[in-house]
């Protein structure tokens, strides 16, 4: 089973940086789509981003789209995500998963997750 652990939040103005990072152990890491999510206090945790296995297919939420960036580096068993021009919005705790892909569509999320990374955008 692929354990991942999420890094690189923090504290950031409106129309800030972060890039966050995913690291997973497992061997099934390079053969799986892997997808970013996001939850905010009260509300449901929604999907932002996604990648194929080799990193040939991306997906973004509207409400992202444009402004992050998802990548990914099998070598490094690694799944990045680079957020620009944050908004206050965009505050939540970001969590990596394993995510289905079948046919060149992204499914849900399976597996374990993280422990998530904070990103918080003052304004």
């Known amino acids: 089973q692929v354990q991942l652990v999420e890094s690189g939040g923090g504290l950031v103005q409106t129309g800030g940086s972060l890039r966050l990072s995913c690291a997973a152990s497992g061997r099934t890491f390079s053969s799986s789509a892997m997808g970013w999510f996001r939850q905010a206090p009260g509300k449901e945790r929604e999907f932002v981003a996604a990648?194929?296995?080799?990193?040939?297919?991306?997906w973004y939420a509207d409400s992202v789209k444009g402004r992050f960036t998802i990548s990914r580096d099998n070598a490094k068993n690694t799944v990045y995500l680079q957020m620009n021009s944050l908004k206050p919005e965009d505050s939540a705790v970001y969590y990596c998963?394993?995510?289905?892909?079948?046919?060149?569509?992204?499914?849900?999320?399976?597996?374990?997750w993280g422990q998530g990374t904070q990103v918080t955008v003052s304004s």
């Open positions: 998963s394993a995510v289905s892909y079948y046919s060149g569509i992204f499914g849900g999320p399976f597996g374990s």
């Open positions: 990648i194929n296995w080799s990193g040939s297919n991306t």
